[in-house]
């Protein structure tokens, strides 16, 4: 069945430094979700990716899906305290409705 | 605008025993979705009701059985529970609009315990 991987599984920065996460499926995708849960909470939808090569951004958050439909990444420029969470990304394949989260990337930043 | 709600809150159980999940989704939204979100792990779609039916289903075994109501509503039932199946249990509802990349709004989810 269709797999999707995240990596890293952890990563602490000081406030102010980028955050990278990357997102890859054993499958193509006819879309690609990311989320955030912060500790104790549910997940949060940030924003869907649906075409090839395609790229959006919300402030200091850049998303972007690969030209094959197989990865994905979440940058975050000049981090903030408020930035700390899990963020996952959800990927949906052949199978309208069913999507598959990767294991997510929990992000701590040290003020 | 009522968001997605779940109860209860927190459920402890005893293994062989059953428990029903409730889940109401944001107003105007018809389509249910379920997720078990184990501790340090993404959530595993368990299934989706629309339109009174289920439409998909992850890799959970028949214990795992749902419903979904003319309201829109929906429950999660587990039989015989194992210690396994303690995890946060998600609801997530949304609009089916192409069925594909419909966006989904989580419920803050119910925390079954499996003593």
């Known amino acids: 069945g269709q797999q999707v991987m995240q990596i890293p599984q952890y990563q602490h920065v000081q406030e102010g430094e980028d955050f990278t996460t990357y997102c890859n499926s054993s499958?193509?995708?006819?879309?690609i979700q990311w989320y955030k849960q912060r500790p104790g909470g549910h997940p949060v939808f940030l924003i869907q990716?649906?075409?090839?090569?395609e790229v959006k951004k919300q402030k200091r958050l850049t998303f972007q899906f690969g030209e094959a439909k197989k990865n994905s990444s979440l940058h975050i420029t000049a981090t903030q305290t408020t930035d700390v969470g899990t963020y996952f990304c959800?990927?949906?394949?052949?199978?309208?409705?069913?999507?598959?989260f990767g294991d997510g990337t929990t992000l701590t930043v040290k003020p | 605008d009522a968001g997605v709600t779940q109860s209860p809150t927190h459920l402890i159980k005893t293994r062989g025993q059953q428990v029903t999940l409730r889940c109401s989704p944001k107003?105007?939204?018809?389509?249910v979705s379920w997720y078990q979100q184990a501790l340090g792990q993404g959530p595993q779609f368990i299934f989706q009701?629309?339109?009174?039916?289920?439409?998909q289903r992850g890799n959970f075994p028949d214990r795992f059985s749902g419903h979904q109501f003319p309201n829109y509503s929906s429950e999660l039932n587990v039989n015989a529970l194992l210690l396994g199946d303690s995890a946060l249990y998600l609801c997530?509802?949304?609009?089916?609009?192409?069925?594909?990349?419909?966006?989904?709004?989580f419920g803050p989810g119910t925390r079954l315990t499996v003593l």
């Open positions: 959800a990927g949906e394949g052949s199978n309208a409705g069913k999507s598959t």
């Open positions: 107003s105007g939204h018809d389509t």
């Open positions: 499958t193509t995708l006819s879309n």
């Open positions: 990716l649906v075409k090839s090569g």
């Open positions: 997530a509802s949304s609009l089916r609009t192409q069925g594909f990349g419909d966006t989904q709004y």
């Open positions: 009701y629309y339109e009174e039916e289920e439409r």
